[in-house]
């Protein structure tokens, strides 16, 4: 089965090809669209059969001279390449009908084949070299497609930001394996499972690992790209980004951290635990006040991402304390959260492509009434919207609630932090629930009813075809998904076997499908029935309203506080829908400020509100990092205007410089 990825990636570098040739050629998107369909497919059924297959290996005479290119394909690559099929085969479907409104396809097209076959090269890599060479192609590929759109406003800022916070995470990926390798040089895989580090070994490769990997896959504080870069980037690929490229980030962690590094101290866990637990609730309070649809999904990628690193912060925990069969429960967790996410939150930049296309903006206020007008799209999105609102019994509940179990099932750990920050992570996740629902109740309920706000969403059309396939099935898989949790954890038990030495009861042989994580006793949960209670009581409900109620269909206006007024402006805003939320959370954290200009009586200005709004990270980390960095780049710009004797004093001066530091180190 492993021969066949290899096979997947040169398809799709040879896509790449023909799409810088063919680009402005109509058939140049069906070309590139439909071979990144078809190589999906194939690499979500080889990722199926891979999770309950053997190990396998290839050596390639490529790579490194001494070394080549070493390929593994086990249980972990195998899920997390099941995964990158479904979000590739569903972008593509998408993309075949989005992709005609692209007004210079030939800054997307040789690109997109090219990101897809890096990530499936990443989760084959089995030694340093062609991980990092993977990984780097993977985030310049990406780049490219953030900048693709460049002329439009703040996309040439999102893309600087972008690349450098990858060239950040590349390099703490290589410091990580740098540590792993060690004196020796143990650059494959292999050698570094083998070793045995000292505990300052782990420390430093856990820590590099967790800023490398968290920051590719939006973990707080390390996030300040993906509100910039998401809604930069088209929206095919804006899915495949947040739904796909950072589960590859998160494969990265599970690869050094469970397999190479087989496992962690439990100071490690409870740092994961918490930074998991504040970016859940910073990410979704940061969504709740948006008003860019695009940019409120990519602020919620933050917050699930956050989930699932609780989730693996858990697992970990459980296996420094010697507790298997919790470790089992949290990663499986983690993994279905994983999933889950790749299906909604596709699904949902998949309904914002949609919309965007309909109406040119991704202003909510500037849209409403959209259910009338795209009626698929809105029952898709609301599907959506369901799910990653945690609400049962779609899949987003599943997952949450699975993480839920295992917060309640610690024994009593005997470290003081974990004590502390498993309950907190508790209470963060009940709350970033909480708001996630009232984050996507504002969201959908403006964009989609009441009436248009502007000419714009008035004459909004349904979308094609193909992006309404697309959001169709990752819908059914929503839900498919949610009423079947015991199929997916079944399926998930031969990776948390191979990670953690345990795995989850089986599932599926319960004649009434329920979900028992640990024993019956202590907890169950069935989606169908749920969904078939939900079913017939909401039908009963209808019947009997219908039967007992005028059956005439009518139509009043609506209820505007007792003055009739046919102007949309009197309608509810995402604005204060957002309000009571924001003057609770916003005013502290993100130090949010309202301020009214009322002019004096006789004055004829226009009275103003104005509203502001920060991130507290960038304010405290990156902003006076980037000033530093000016300061003292301009301070230096001298050095370009020096004579050729003094730079050669300059290289005089390092060289003298690095042999005394060599020769102190030995």
Known sequence: MIAIVPGCIAILVALGVAGAILARAPVGR?????????????????????????????????????????????????????????????????????????????????????????????????????????????SATSWALVVAQ?????????????????????????????????????????????????????????AFALIGAGSKAGLVPLHVWLPLAHPAAPSPVSALMSGVMTKIAIYGFV????????????WAATIVAILGGIGAVLGVLHATMERDLKRLLAYSTVENIGIVFVGLGLAMAFQANGFPTGAALALTAALFHALNHTL?????????????????????????GLIKR??????????????????????????????????LLRPELPQW????AIPADGALLALAAALAAACFVRAFGIAFLGRPRTPAAEQAHETDIWSRAAMGIFAGLCLLTGLFPGAIIDLLAPVAQAMTGARMPVQTGD?????????????????????LFVAASGGLAAMVVRRVGSAVLRRVPPWDCGFPDPSPMTQYTAASMGQPIERVYGTAIFRARSTVDMPAPGDMRPARLTRTRSDPVWDAVYAPLGRCVTFVSSHLNVLQFLTIRRYLGFVFGALIVLLAALALWQ
């Open 150 to 206: 460049h002329k439009d406003e703040g996309n040439a800022h999102a893309a600087f930001v972008y690349l450098v916070m990858a060239v950040f995470s590349g390099l703490a990926m290589l410091l990580a394996f740098g540590m792993l390798a060690g004196a020796a040089g143990a650059y494959t895989f292999d050698a570094m499972r083998a070793a045995h580090p000292t505990a300052g070994v782990v420390a430093a490769a856990f």
């Open 344 to 368: 909604f939150k596709s699904l949902l930049f998949f309904g914002a492509g949609a919309v965007l296309h309909a109406t040119g903006t991704r202003d909510i206020e500037n849209l409403g």
């Open 30 to 138: 069906w070309i590139v669209y439909g071979g990144c369909l078809l190589v999906g497919s194939t690499s979500l059924v080889a990722g199926l059969i891979a999770i309950g297959g053997p190990t396998e290996h290839l050596v390639l005479p490529l790579g490194v001279p001494w070394i080549g290119m070493h390929l593994r394909l086990d249980s972990l690559s195998g899920f997390f390449l099941a995964l990158l099929g479904l979000g590739a085969a569903g972008a593509s479907l998408f993309a075949i009908g989005y992709g005609r409104h692209d007004q210079e396809p030939q800054r997307i097209l040789p690109f997109y084949p090219l990101f897809l076959a890096g990530m499936h090269l990443v989760l084959l890599a089995d030694d340093t070299f062609t991980f990092l060479f993977a990984w780097e192609f993977m």
């Open 511 to 531: 004649p009434w499908l329920t979900t028992v994580p640990v024993a019956s006793s202590r907890s169950s949960y069935n989606g169908l029935l749920l969904f």
């Open 374 to 407: 795209m009626p698929v799209t809105a029952a898709t999105v609301l599907v959506g919207c369901f799910a990653i609102s945690a609400l049962p019994p779609m899949n987003g509940f599943a997952s949450e609630w699975l993480i839920f179990q295992a917060i």
């Open 255 to 266: 690869r050094v951290v469970f397999d190479l590094l087989g496992g962690v101290p439990w």
């Open 417 to 420: 932090g974990l004590k502390l």
